[in-house]
């Protein structure tokens, strides 16, 4: 993968996951629900999910170049 790209990639998988990652903790540490009308542990373990997810796929973007 080139330089730039696997920069420009990972950087934002980081946002990405980073955001989502805090987002739904916020809001689990608020009871409040994550998604409407799903439950509620499965919303919130879908969105850590995703966010993990997506912070390895920055860690292996990054480890690309």
Do not use: K, N, Y
């Amino acid at each position: 993968m080139e330089t730039g790209s696997a920069i420009f990639a990972g950087t934002v998988f980081a946002l990405f996951g980073g955001a989502l990652l805090v987002w739904a903790a916020v809001r689990v540490w608020h009871r409040e629900p994550v998604a409407d009308g799903v439950s509620p542990v499965a919303s919130a373990s879908l969105a850590t999910v995703a966010a993990v997810v997506a912070l390895a796929a920055e860690t292996w973007c990054f480890t690309q170049f």
